[in-house]
């Protein structure tokens, strides 16, 4: 059950509308939080994949619990919002549909991807994650113009980076502090943001715009154990490590493949997945375990 505020109020709403843990926020005119929940609590699918934050039934129960007199929408993405990208992302939709293959070989040519099923995934990513980031938000301005009778607002989108940035500073006692974020990606391909944060006020001084990521790594190091980071199994992969050992092949691959270069991420290879599982296809690694890859 919801808990009911008598009070007429302006409630912002925050969207998560990232492809997995999407979820819903609501802030009273106060700045108080009244309501927050994962998506996955009303659904019971874990992490939510691919999941719109505000479908029709669980936005209905929470209009109806709230006293709504205006309201303001947020969601944590902007990229893709642009009409290039939707443009892009409509493309790339066409093309998963009708099957054609020649985006595929663009795709291939361009990224080093020479798998099909990994061009099957960057198109299944990317087709998702536009749906999401320009879904997300719809069903509200629609149910609060039929149950409220209030006119549609525009949906604000913010930089993903520059929400972990604001949350980072304002979950902390710091009134001044240099703030980074290290993330499978950003907005617009970014890896590493650097903030300086300053009586509540966030500018950003640095950021790398890279396919260097250490959570693309990681993602990838929790297939080779087996696992699946579409089910949030990086977990396990961290779990496991103080139970397996040094492996000093692995370890020179894994530093032939990603290197820090001041304050940038930076790669040798063009395709990590093709190298990694190329050695391991050829058993450059005898009698690993999983637990090794992860304490390596």
Not at 112 to 136: D, E, M, T, W
Not at 242 to 265: A, H, R, T
């Amino acid at each position: 059950m919801l808990a009911k505020e008598q009070n007429d109020s302006v409630y912002y709403i925050g969207l998560n509308t990232s492809y997995h843990d999407s979820s819903i926020a609501l802030v009273n005119e106060k700045g108080e939080i009244v309501f927050a929940q994962a998506t996955e609590r009303h659904t019971q699918n874990k992490r939510s994949l691919f999941s719109v934050a505000d479908n029709y039934s669980f936005v209905e129960s929470i209009i109806t619990s709230f006293s709504f007199k205006d309201y303001e929408i947020a969601t944590n993405w902007n990229s893709g919002n642009s009409l290039p990208g939707k443009m892009f992302s409509t493309v790339i939709s066409y093309d998963s549909s009708r099957k054609h293959i020649l985006l595929n070989k663009l795709i291939a040519l361009f990224s080093g991807i020479k798998k099909k099923p990994l061009i099957h995934l960057f198109n299944f990513n990317y087709v998702a994650n536009f749906s999401l980031r320009n879904l997300s938000g719809h069903t509200f301005r629609l149910l609060l113009s039929f149950n409220k009778n209030l006119a549609p607002k525009k949906i604000q989108s913010f930089n993903h980076h520059l929400c972990h940035a604001y949350h980072a500073y304002y979950t902390s006692n710091c009134k001044s502090s240099i703030i980074l974020i290290i993330d499978g990606s950003g907005d617009y391909n970014t890896t590493i943001s650097l903030y300086k944060a300053d009586n509540h006020h966030i500018r950003k001084v640095h950021s790398n715009a890279s396919d260097a990521s250490l959570g693309t790594f990681y993602w990838i190091l929790t297939h080779l154990c087996q696992l699946s980071s579409f089910k949030g199994e990086e977990w396990k992969v961290m779990g496991m490590a103080p139970y397996g050992k040094f492996n000093k092949k692995l370890y020179n691959d894994f530093q032939e493949i990603l290197f820090v270069d001041d304050i940038e991420l930076k790669k040798n290879k063009k395709n990590w997945n093709n190298f990694l599982n190329y050695k391991f296809n050829e058993t450059t690694y005898i009698n690993i375990e999983a637990a090794d890859i992860a304490y390596t």
